[in-house]
């Protein structure tokens, strides 16, 4: 099928149900009209700015939060600034505060315009929201909740729950947080409980064991959120200031996507490129930054290289070390790389910490070591049949023990002490632990092989 054959399809596709929206028949979930946008978009640029005029403002509310931030960045140049607040205006706080944030950070004039248009409740909620720090849990709050006086009716509370619902003011709705006269925050009930108890019963009569005291305070990092939704199974939780007064909630959708994020960076970071700019930037700029990284590896494939070099006449005098040689480096860089993933991904979970860190580095030695034994006797076995040099067969079983239990070490410590210096783990250990294990691997192969064999 042709570029213009596809591009007729999807046009026709998204009109379709853009007026089946308006018509109030459209069972198409926003997340796939934003594919289809997406791939208009990346196929005729004009044709997309044409549909996106088309879909009406709560609908294209859905939709962009389904989009990247790279979407978000540019919608102000696809769609007039007007309809940008417009649709803002149809987002729950959390994602409208994301937008505009999003639109700032490539142009600042537009995000302001867009604030000005905005009504000034919902003005003064995107700014309260924008104002926190990018890691603080108050930044990712949603500011729309279900919040009940302890001293409310359960008939009253579900008679102003059903209302805000009718009025499409609050979505996805787990529980009732529960708040004193001065909204200091008391706990929260799931709203399944309620079925259970008169509802001429008060907040104030249920029992105690059925209420639930999460609560996390909005200045502290977002990581720990995380954490507390995938220990405890939570739907969601109450974030609360320093003085226990309730300001928001954070949702399971939210944290999903931030699970979803924290992965997908820490899987770019270790192969030292930005999660970023691999989705927004030209190939230029993404060669640019890959080419930094790539830099680097070459200072420390150099730095190897010097190794090597240092035992130059070693190798010159028996060549089967040559041959070798790439096998002691490959086994200690994936040995290394096998304990740097776990260590990361466990450091990003929050299983272990620096000041813990012992048991951890122990557990991967002894690993390693197990595996360095093994190993080393197979590979003795096959380098003494494969060049009949019974020495040599020790000299590289030695060095495999040698550069397996370093990387088993090295791939424990190196996050560790990154973190303690405030450096992201995963994008800085990766280049560091490769140097280390060509390093020990190459000295101890070849430093060996000049004491034993020559």
């Known amino acids: 099928m042709d570029q213009t054959q596809i591009v007729l399809e999807l046009n026709t596709k998204l009109i379709s149900i853009i007026e089946d929206y308006k018509k109030g028949i459209s069972d198409i979930h926003p997340f796939d009209i934003a594919k289809d946008l997406q791939d208009l978009r990346d196929i005729e640029i004009n044709e997309y700015k044409n549909i996106c005029k088309k879909i009406p403002s709560d609908l294209f509310a859905q939709i962009l939060v389904n989009m990247p931030t790279y979407i978000q960045e540019e919608i102000t140049n696809i769609i007039s600034e007007k309809k940008v607040a417009k649709v803002t205006s149809s987002m729950d706080s959390d994602d409208a505060s994301m937008l505009i944030y999003n639109i700032s950070q490539k142009d600042e004039d537009a995000a302001q315009t867009v604030l000005s248009k905005l009504n000034d409740e919902d003005k003064q909620i995107i700014e309260e929201l924008n104002a926190y720090e990018e890691e603080q849990a108050g930044a990712f709050m949603q500011k ?104 928001g909630r954070v949702t399971h959708d939210d944290v999903r996507n931030l699970m979803q994020e924290q992965d997908t960076k820490q899987l770019y970071s270790l192969a030292g490129v930005s999660d970023k700019a691999e989705e927004e930037e030209s190939i230029f700029k993404i060669g640019k930054n890959r080419a930094f990284w790539l830099s680097i590896n070459l200072i420390t494939a150099i730095l190897a290289s010097i190794v090597i070099g240092l035992f130059d006449a070693t190798i010159q005098s028996l060549v089967a070390l040559a041959v070798l040689m790439p096998i002691v480096a490959s086994m200690g860089g994936n040995a290394g790389t096998q304990t740097l993933t776990v260590t990361v991904r466990q450091m990003a979970l929050g299983s272990i910490e620096y000041d813990d860190a012992k048991k951890t580095i122990i557990k991967e030695v002894i690993i390693s070591l197990v595996n360095g034994l093994l190993f080393a006797f197979v590979i003795g076995v096959i380098a003494y049949f494969w060049f009949n040099i019974p020495l040599l067969g020790i000299v590289i079983a030695i060095s495999m023990i040698i550069n397996l239990v370093s990387a088993g070490f090295f791939g424990a410590v190196i996050p560790l002490v990154l973190e303690k210096l405030d450096i992201d783990p995963a994008i800085g250990s990766t280049v560091i632990l490769t140097t280390v294990t060509d390093i020990v691997g190459f000295f101890s192969f070849l430093g060996l092989a000049t004491i034993i064999l020559l």
């Open 144 to 247: 729309e909740l279900f919040s009940v006086n302890i001293n409310e009716t359960i008939d009253t509370a579900l008679k102003r729950l059903k209302k805000e619902k009718d009025l499409n003011i609050l979505h996805d709705i787990f529980h009732a947080f529960l708040t004193d006269d001065e909204n200091n925050y008391l706990g929260s009930i799931g709203l399944e409980e309620l079925i259970l108890f008169e509802r001429t019963q008060t907040f104030k009569e249920l029992p105690k064991d059925i209420i639930e005291h999460y609560s996390f305070n909005d200045k502290e990092e977002i990581d720990e959120v995380v954490s507390m939704f995938t220990n405890y199974n939570l739907n969601a939780l109450a974030i609360i200031n320093s003085d226990n007064k309730l300001l």
